[in-house]
């Protein structure tokens, strides 16, 4: 029996000896820190690595990540400049840089952001109208970010970035939207149409006026060669009577044949249909000396 006592004794001293190891040795994680009170103040705060604890006085009070956290706030209900409700939801990207103040600065840290991000998004809608809201998402974040950055400092807490997540109006303002933004559709499209035909008739304007120039152009340069071909064809006609001439003056001829040629080309005036001849004096000679030769053979031939 005493044998049984001793070696329930001796476990009991081991056990209690091993919850004394353990509550005395902490292994710290990466990204983590752990704060530590002693006698119920704060002593210090543990980073990576090994770390020996005074049993019974030092106490682990925080266990604290270091990472980049995200939380999605619920949709939250605003109320415009211009007295439209709607629902806003956004995203807080929040990093926790001083675990005592984290720890020491505010009961329920996650839940005290989320209301701050609450009331200072109703601060900034409530001085914005429907459509600023909308189409200002820019600076509600930008804005927000600042205003929960500096709140957020006494608590040990690092605000990246807020992001409006939705913003979602009333039923009967969506459905007036839809409806602006489907007549401004059919006006983008009525302009653009117009516009196509304007541009279609320009460029056929444009077309026709170049083939009209174009076929100007081209009657312009037939009529130059034509008159050109016919300056050229009198230039060769009286080049070559020219030539006529001067080999008629380089045979030097006699004063009959000259008057005999004058007689042949008085015959060709008389053929045509010429009501009027005006006969030179020179033609009338020729005539007379034709005479007086017919009169002679005429003679011979009584006398033969």
Request: hydrophobic share 45%.
């Amino acid at each position: 029996m005493d044998a049984i006592i001793g070696y329930v004794l001796w476990a009991v001293i081991i056990l209690i000896v091993l919850v004394m190891i353990a509550r005395t040795i902490r292994i710290v994680p990466q990204s983590r820190a752990y704060v530590i009170e002693r006698i119920g103040a704060y002593d210090r705060t543990l980073s990576v690595g090994l770390h020996i604890l005074v049993p019974f006085i030092d106490r682990l009070v925080s266990n604290v990540s270091l990472k980049e956290q995200v939380i999605d706030f619920a949709p939250q209900p605003v109320i415009t400049k211009d007295n439209v409700t709607m629902q806003i939801d956004t995203v807080v990207y929040f990093q926790i840089t001083d675990p005592k103040l984290f720890t020491y600065g505010v009961e329920r840290p996650l839940n005290a952001i989320e209301n701050l991000t609450a009331t200072t998004l109703r601060n900034i809608i409530g001085d914005l109208e429907l459509d600023e809201s909308l189409t200002s998402r820019d600076i509600i974040n930008s804005r927000m970010r600042s205003i929960l950055d500096d709140a957020t400092d006494p608590w040990g807490i690092k605000v990246h970035r807020v992001e409006v997540k939705n913003i979602i109006p009333p039923r009967d303002i969506q459905e007036a939207m839809e409806k602006q933004m489907r007549a401004e559709r059919e006006r983008r499209e009525a302009i653009l149409r117009a516009e196509g035909q304007k541009k279609a008739a320009i460029l056929e304007a444009e077309g026709s006026k170049e083939s009209t120039i174009l076929k100007a152009a081209a009657q312009k340069e037939a009529r130059i060669a034509q008159a050109q071909g016919e300056a050229e064809a009198i230039r060769l006609v009286f080049e070559a009577q020219a030539q006529g001439i001067k080999y008629i003056n380089d045979a030097d001829p006699k004063q009959a044949y000259l008057q005999l040629q004058g007689y042949d080309t008085f015959q060709k005036v008389a053929n045509g249909q010429a009501t009027k001849i005006i006969i030179p004096s020179d033609i009338q000679s020729l005539a007379s000396l034709a005479t007086s030769v017919k009169e002679m053979v005429t003679d011979d031939k009584k006398q033969g």
